[in-house]
């Protein structure tokens, strides 16, 4: 009897540690600026999703800076993750269009090599060059058609906000990382981006 229950026990236990979806965020200050990972986390448990966010990142990193570290392929080649979730900056000009675009193939390829989901963190420009919105949008739009990965759109979420209501308390006090309610945002959109009534979204 006990050697039964002791088996229900493993099963269950396995049960919701399958339930849980794992997250990787690999970015920089725009991440980790409130801790988004952790909002994302709250965010799904108040919608009844299991969430495990791991975060991996550091001040002014690229793409191609976490590549050229080592450390994200390690992470992904794990195999621990249900989603890797890639941020830089704006990247509104054509050298930050070309980091989406490149070095994000390299990752969308590992990503799907060791069953991984490839995501694209769309961020937003800061207020001085808020005339850039457009571009940030269309680079990071391309990038994930481009290698066939999930875009979570958080910029166009901001840009929708500012637009409507004419209220820019998304930014905080620099004009360029996240606020508290900013960065709420961005958790909102990147779980209605990734679950689909709570379903795990598929890649296209």
């Known amino acids: 009897m006990r050697r039964l229950l002791f088996i229900i026990v493993i099963l269950l236990s396995s049960q919701v540690i399958s339930q849980t979806t794992r997250i990787l965020f690999v970015g920089n200050s725009l991440t980790y600026t409130n801790d988004l990972p952790d909002l994302v986390e709250k965010e799904a448990k108040s919608r009844g999703i299991r969430v495990h966010a791991t975060m991996l990142a550091f001040p002014n990193y690229a793409i191609i800076d976490h590549w050229n570290d080592?450390?994200?392929?390690?992470?992904?080649?794990?195999?621990?993750?249900?989603?890797?979730?890639?941020?830089?900056?704006?990247?509104?000009?054509?050298?930050?269009?070309?980091?989406?675009?490149?070095?994000?193939?390299?990752?969308?390829?590992?990503?799907?090599?060791?069953?991984?989901?490839?995501?694209?963190?769309?961020?937003?420009?800061?207020?001085?060059?808020?005339?850039?919105?457009?571009?940030?949008?269309?680079?990071?739009?391309?990038?994930?058609?481009?290698?066939?990965a999930i875009l979570c759109p958080v910029g166009q979420a901001w840009k929708a906000y500012f637009d409507e209501n004419n209220d820019f308390s998304l930014y905080g006090s620099d004009g360029f990382h996240p606020s508290p309610k900013g960065s709420r945002l961005a958790a909102s959109v990147i779980i209605d981006t990734l679950f689909d009534g709570n379903e795990v979204k598929e890649v296209r």
């Open 70 to 148: 080592g450390e994200v392929q390690k992470l992904i080649k794990s195999e621990k993750f249900d989603f890797v979730v890639v941020q830089q900056g704006p990247s509104s000009q054509e050298e930050g269009r070309k980091m989406l675009l490149e070095d994000g193939a390299k990752l969308g390829l590992l990503c799907k090599k060791h069953g991984s989901k490839f995501v694209y963190f769309m961020v937003w420009p800061s207020r001085t060059y808020y005339y850039t919105f457009d571009g940030v949008i269309r680079n990071h739009t391309d990038a994930a058609v481009e290698n066939n």
